[in-house]
Each structure stands twice: as C-alpha cells, then as structure tokens.
C-alpha cells in the first residue's frame, strides 16, 4: 500500500541527555531535541495484517494535525519542531476514520462494513497510570503516526478497543462521505473535550469562556463551549481565516491578539468581574498566560492544552487571591470522551464541519501539510479514496 512516510536521524541535540529507555526503545521522549533533517514522501509500505483482536479499516480520512506540521517544520539546526514522543520512519496521520474491511478472530464489538474513528492513544491497559484510570499518561504509550504507522494511508491495522462507531453520525448527516469526514474531525475534538470538562472540571452555564488559538483545537473548543452553555465565548487568533471559522462554530466575539490587548478585551466585556474559563489552545503560553492571569475571574479556571516546550513564568499571588487554577491537558482517551463527542454531533448541537477548508488525495499528502504551515486553514483533511 502507500503510506506518508517521514524519516529521520537520530542525532541528539549536544546538551541533550538521552536516557537508557530511550536508547532501548529507539523512541525519543523529546522528540524536537533528538530527531534531525526529517524527509518526507509518499512511498510503498508493507500492508497491514490485522491481529486476533485487530479491525483492519479502509481509511476514508485523515486530518492534518499541528503536530504533523511540527514533523515538516525545523529548527535552524534542521531539527523537528515535535516536541513529544516519537519513533522513525513511520506513517503519519492520527486523525482518521475509516470502514472495517477485515475483523480478527477474537474480534467482538465491530464487523465487515462498520464505520468507525479511532483513538490515537495506544494505551496498555497494564501499567499504573491506566490501571488507576488514566489512559492518556500510560507509560508503555504507542502513538498511531507519532511511534507506530498512522492513517495517512490506504489502510490501518487497530484494536477493537481503540474504535468507536459513527453511524449515528451519518444517520445525522444524511451522507456515509459527511460522516467519515466529521469522524476524522473527532480526534481533536476529543482533545479539548478532555482538557475543557474531564481535567478543568468544565464550566457552569453561563460562564464566560475565552479561548487563545483557533486552530482546529481552539475551534473545537468553541464549538464545545457553546453546546455548554457558555454565556461569552471569545477567541484570540492571529489568522483572519481562523477567525471567521471560530464565529461559524460558536465565538461570540473574535479578535487579532497583535491589534489589543487581549486581558483588557475580556475585563471590558466581562464589566470588570473577569473570565470564568480559558482554553490555552495556542501553544504561545508565553505570550498567553500573563494576559490569562491579568482577566481571571474569582475562582477562574485555564487549562494548558497547546504544546510548547517551554518553561514559562507565573505570578501565582494572581492565582491565590482569585481563588483560580491551572490544569494541564493531555490526550483523548478515557473519560467516555469519544462517545460523548459522538453523541453531541450526532444530536446535532455540535457540528464542526464549518472547520473542514481542503481536501487533498494521499499522493498529494506532502501538498496537505506544506498548505497547513500557512495556518490559514481550519481542518484540511487527505482522502485516500
């Protein structure tokens, strides 16, 4: 089959210290401090076989993530951008929905025909972390397009497990096309659904909901804040393209951050009393949290779901007397966050295709990504067939 395909050194940064799993693994934890002059291409990979317990799905799409173009994107230096868990060469691509063409034989949950989206989080069930019920931070972790081929390709090999039906999304839409699109689109959806309401705790209805970056993780929580209930959703967002999607899906007010000054725009609309939640979805904390810290409310609430790597200062007396806190956001799984997206779209108070810009065939999947760097787009996604 054909797959896109990204290759790399393993050259470690000179002040970099690889530990002794890593060099056990051939996985680097920090990937962006390991992985040099990455090369990336449409090439033959050898087709899938599903396990006993795997579904072998036709991929019908996939979506470009900002960690694929962090995979295309170097430093000065020529190394990744990534900065998370990785292992090269394999296919990119984990968000994706395709059709079942092939169940193994102690498969239970899923048959031939089936149209599912998948989890990207391949958690072991074994270790401490998802023996306590925290799948997203298991410490035997494959990732599908980050350590293990992906779904920028014809087909992929996953455990049952891992899959979660859409018919009731297709039922909504009228289309099995429409559906396998906005299944692809769950993945990040997913994301900000587990930073906003299973690690923030969620909001009350009516709280006022702020949010920086609208990427497809920043519209995804706008589109959430609103089937929540929010009672202001505001965006900041540098793209004038990405600020016309956040008031497609949900944002009640949309602004440049580099023409205000964001802290002073949510005291203004707030009356001075503050933001009750704050969605981190830029991956700029830097630039982000002092402006987060300056519009707090009383008991206010950011969650950190961009990536940065980067330590970045906090005044935390801000957060003492406004009884406020910080949460820190990773992954998908658990938590009934696939089902609960699914239902949302399905009944119809969460739709995300307004996000949906471009699509692209897998030959044209390098095109995809080098189109997604220009970060004018919402979700542009490669259909292989």
């Given at each position: 089959m054909q797959g896109l395909v990204l290759d790399a050194v393993w050259e470690p940064k000179p002040d970099y210290v690889v530990s002794e799993w890593e060099k056990k693994t051939g996985k680097a934890i920090t990937g962006n401090s390991i992985w040099r002059h990455p090369k990336l291409g449409v090439r033959d990979w050898p087709d899938p076989k599903p396990g006993p317990r795997e579904v072998l799905l036709k991929i019908q799409a996939c979506g470009v993530c900002g960690s694929d173009m962090h995979f295309y994107e170097t430093d000065d230096d020529d190394y990744i951008l990534y900065p998370g868990?990785?292992?090269?060469?394999?296919?990119?691509?984990?968000?994706?929905?395709?059709?079942?063409?092939?169940?193994?034989?102690?498969?239970?949950?899923?048959?031939?025909?089936?149209?599912?989206?998948?989890?990207?989080?391949?958690?072991?069930?074994?270790?401490?972390?998802?023996r306590n019920?925290?799948?997203?931070?298991?410490?035997?972790?494959?990732?599908?397009?980050?350590?293990i081929p992906g779904a920028f390709a014809d087909y992929i090999a996953v455990d049952e497990k891992f899959c979660w039906k859409i018919d009731a999304i297709a039922e909504q839409f009228g289309s099995e096309e429409k559906a396998y699109e906005v299944g692809a689109v769950t993945e990040p959806t997913c994301v900000a659904y587990n930073g906003m309401f299973e690690r923030a705790g969620g909001f009350r209805p009516g709280h006022y909901v702020s949010i920086f970056g609208a990427g497809p993780i920043g519209l995804a929580a706008a589109g959430l804040a609103k089937a929540a209930g929010a009672g202001i959703i505001v965006s900041f967002e540098?793209?004038?393209?990405?600020?016309?999607?956040?008031?497609?899906?949900?944002?009640?007010?949309?602004?440049?951050?580099?023409?205000?000054?964001?802290?002073?725009?949510?005291?203004?609309?707030?009356?001075g009393e503050g933001f009750d939640f704050m969605v981190e979805a830029a991956g700029a904390p830097s630039l982000t949290m002092p402006e987060?810290?300056?519009?707090?409310?009383?008991?206010?609430?950011?969650?950190?779901?961009?990536?940065?790597?980067?330590?970045?200062?906090?005044?935390?007396?801000?957060?003492?007397?406004?009884?406020?806190?910080?949460?820190?956001?990773?992954?998908?799984?658990?938590?009934?966050?696939?089902?609960?997206?699914?239902?949302?779209?399905?009944?119809?108070?969460?739709?995300?295709?307004?996000?949906i810009t471009a699509r692209y065939k897998l030959e044209e999947a390098v095109d995809a990504i080098a189109k997604s760097i220009k970060r004018a787009d919402g979700k542009i996604l490669v259909k292989p067939s």
């Open positions: 868990l990785t292992k090269f060469p394999t296919i990119l691509g984990h968000e994706f929905s395709g059709k079942v063409v092939e169940v193994g034989k102690e498969v239970e949950t899923l048959r031939v025909g089936d149209m599912v989206t998948a989890e990207e989080m391949i958690w072991c069930g074994r270790c401490i972390p998802c019920g925290y799948p997203n931070h298991c410490t035997s972790l494959e990732e599908l397009g980050f350590t540098l793209s004038p393209q990405r600020r016309e999607l956040a008031k497609k899906v949900g944002a009640d007010y949309v602004y440049d951050p580099r023409e205000v000054t964001p802290s002073n725009i949510l005291m203004e609309l707030s009356k987060m810290e300056n519009a707090l409310a009383i008991n206010g609430k950011i969650v950190q779901i961009g990536r940065a790597a980067q330590r970045v200062p906090m005044y935390l007396e801000a957060f003492q007397v406004r009884r406020a806190q910080v949460f820190g956001a990773q992954g998908h799984s658990g938590h009934e966050t696939f089902p609960n997206v699914i239902r949302l779209v399905a009944a119809g108070r969460l739709d995300m295709t307004p996000i």
